[in-house]
């Protein structure tokens, strides 16, 4: 099980800190990543990480601005999310995958229940 915290609301250039804490299995081996939905949009990849901690992928639209991590003995993974936008705003979802880093959402079988960023302007 997957626990996805940290959302809500902020300014426009702020920042914030999503985490997501696993229970009920050690993900320690798993890619870890993160995917978000607008409002009226599909589901899009943000992060991922692998489970060394040393392989990370970036949305485009994040890159520069975001940053993924991962505790291994907390069984965790963050996203730090810096110069925030509006256009940021969505559920953020924490996912795992047994798999390789992928930005594919199909390949994760484990999810978070969510948790919302608003970016107001």
């Known amino acids: 099980q997957l626990q996805a915290s940290g959302g809500g609301l902020v300014q426009a250039g702020n920042s914030l800190r999503l985490s997501c804490a696993a229970s009920?299995?050690?993900?320690?081996?798993?890619?870890l990543g993160w995917f978000r939905q607008a409002p009226g949009k599909e589901r899009e990849f943000v992060s991922s990480?692998?489970?060394?901690?040393?392989?990370?992928a970036y949305a485009d639209s994040v890159k520069g601005r975001f940053t993924i991590s991962r505790d291994n003995a907390k069984n965790a993974v963050y996203l730090q999310m810096n110069s925030l936008k509006v256009e940021d705003t969505a559920v953020y979802y924490c996912a795992a995958t047994m798999g390789v880093r992928s930005n594919n959402a199909r390949v994760y079988g484990y999810w978070g229940q969510g948790t919302l960023v608003t970016v107001s302007s």
């Open positions: 009920g299995r050690s993900f320690s081996s798993y890619t």
């Open positions: 990480i692998n489970w060394s901690g040393l392989s990370t």
